[in-house]
């Protein structure tokens, strides 16, 4: 069972944002966290990745989460992308280099987020392709 933010997110960014959602066949409840948006991820008809959008009401922050199905646990390209209305683009990896970041399992952005509207994206590079689970309008506004 794998976590949606595995001990070393957590100490990077604060265990406080949200508390696990484990990637399984079932819903997270309440009580680990607020799901407010979810994408699938296909390319050529198979389910690559996830993208969650979860809130906190306590600290007002959002966050959105990519978590591969794709070479889960080996290194490969991804990226996700919050964007807080009035506020910025905020994303992992932070900066803006070709085909995102390797990374193992997941990539997670958090950002403070309290009665403003967000869009969010989450991009995997499969065969030299980039297959993307966004919402691009605005939404989840309060």
């Known amino acids: 069972m794998l976590a949606a933010y595995p001990e070393d997110y957590r100490r990077k960014h604060g265990a406080e944002l949200l508390e696990p959602i484990l990637v399984e066949s079932r819903r997270p409840t309440v009580r680990e966290a607020v799901l407010v948006g979810h994408r699938s991820i296909s390319a050529d008809g198979e389910k690559v990745a996830d993208v969650y959008l979860m809130y906190n009401s306590s600290t007002g922050r ?28 905020y994303s992992d990896p932070s900066t803006d280099i070709p085909y995102g970041a390797a990374y193992k399992y ?12 967000v869009k969010y994206e989450g991009i995997i590079w499969v065969g030299g392709y980039d297959y993307y689970g966004s919402r691009d309008t605005w939404g989840n506004c309060g």
């Open 106 to 117: 997941y990539a997670a952005v958090q950002h403070y987020a309290a009665d403003t509207c």
């Open 62 to 89: 959002n966050c959105v989460t990519l978590i591969k199905r794709y070479l889960a646990g080996s290194p490969s390209a991804v990226r996700v992308e919050l964007k807080v209305q009035g506020s910025g683009t």
